[in-house]
């Protein structure tokens, strides 16, 4: 029988036991002799133990099932996002939330984009709890979210060239090698030399999995050999970019450098994220959307017009 009992659940000495760790030291709480009444007891215990039908039990279920399926990016968002989440409604009932408490929650949580961020992230997490038969409704369907304008900051070509003008030899060539691929930050500083052919450079998009080759061309080989030449006496270096130590550049150094850069080329407003915004802009001007959208991995035009909507001006002649 012991076999096909649920987890932490035993039988010795003629009854059921429910057995698990407490303030680190292992436990055996008796169930009954009678397997059926055993049962019944065992899944009171687990509720108590695990906080099964309980959102910080749902949490932790995503945690361990969901989360690290997701990119190292969004599972940084997420963690915080779910520990906000576990402390306002971690011991309510799954059942017991109704949808003014989420509305409430909306309404009264100071940063406001925020709040929209984890009420979708509950929402997710309710869907899935239904996919698991852990409860029927999803209180969060029907919210009303605070209104969100997109980012609109476009890099001119100035504060481009100013940018690139401040830089040390390592960072510009981070700078013009996000332009002209249009990826992202996390993308480019993981890009490993083995990635780099006389075909082009690979890059695999850590968000959605999909890989792009970049076809070599002279402005993108120039910036690949100036970014090589930086930490040239290194040897056995294993990424493209690093830092003065020949080591991978690390997301917390990188923000750093960054601030930085932006103080002393005077355009703190400018996220480094903007210079994706820009290449694809710029790419869609130039060439049109579906350039626009193979340049920028996009699964779909919808994506790559809604990216551009923002940032993108129409030239119009005055008045003669």
Same mark, same amino acid.
Request: proline share 4%; aromatic share 10%; charged share 30%.
């Given at each position: 029988m012991g076999k096909n009992l649920p987890p932490r659940m035993f039988h010795k000495h003629g009854a059921f036991y429910y057995v698990t760790r407490v303030d680190g030291k292992l436990k055996w709480f008796r169930l009954e002799k009678d397997y059926q009444l055993a049962l019944y007891k065992y899944a009171e215990m687990e509720g108590k133990i695990t906080g099964q039908g309980t959102v910080s039990g749902l949490i932790q279920r995503y945690r361990s099932d969901v989360l690290p399926g997701k990119a190292a990016k969004t599972q940084a968002d997420r963690r915080w996002q779910l520990d906000r989440l576990d402390k306002v409604f971690g011991k309510m009932r799954l059942e017991a939330i109704t949808p003014p408490h989420i509305q409430h929650y909306l309404? $009264? *949580?100071?940063?406001?984009?925020? +709040?929209?961020?984890?009420?979708?992230?509950?929402?997710?997490?309710? *869907?899935?709890?239904?996919?698991?038969?852990?409860? &029927? &409704?999803?209180?969060?369907?029907? +919210?009303?979210?605070?209104?969100?304008?997109?980012?609109? *900051?476009?890099?001119?070509? +100035?504060?481009?060239? =100013?940018? $690139? +003008?401040? &830089?040390?030899?390592?960072? =510009?060539a981070v700078i013009e090698f996000a332009y002209l691929v249009g990826a992202r930050r996390q993308d480019i500083l993981k890009l490993e030399r083995k990635d780099?052919?006389?075909?082009?450079?690979?890059?695999?998009?850590? $968000?959605?999995?999909? *890989?792009?080759?970049?076809h070599m061309t002279p402005e993108l080989d120039r910036v690949i050999k100036s970014a090589k030449r930086v930490n040239r006496k290194a040897k056995n270096l294993k990424y493209l970019f690093t830092n003065t130590k020949g080591q991978q550049i690390t997301a917390t150094g990188f923000n750093s450098a960054w601030r930085r850069l932006r103080e002393t080329a005077d355009l703190i407003g400018v996220n480094f994220h903007d210079i994706r915004a820009k290449a694809i802009t710029d790419a869609y001007q130039d060439r049109g959307l579906d350039y626009a959208q193979k340049l920028g991995g996009h699964q779909n035009r919808d994506q790559t017009e809604h990216y551009i909507k923002k940032k993108n001006t129409e030239g119009v002649d005055p008045i003669c």
């Open positions: 309404d $009264k *949580r100071e940063k406001k984009i925020a +709040a929209n961020r984890e009420i979708k992230l509950l929402s997710t997490m309710y *869907r899935h709890a239904i996919s698991w038969g852990l409860c &029927s &409704s999803n209180p969060c369907q029907g +919210a009303f979210y605070h209104p969100e304008s997109g980012r609109d *900051r476009y890099i001119t070509d +100035a504060e481009f060239e =100013r940018l $690139k +003008a401040k &830089s040390d030899p390592m960072m =510009r780099i052919t006389n075909d082009g450079v690979y890059i695999r998009q850590g $968000k959605t999995g999909k *890989r792009q080759l970049f």
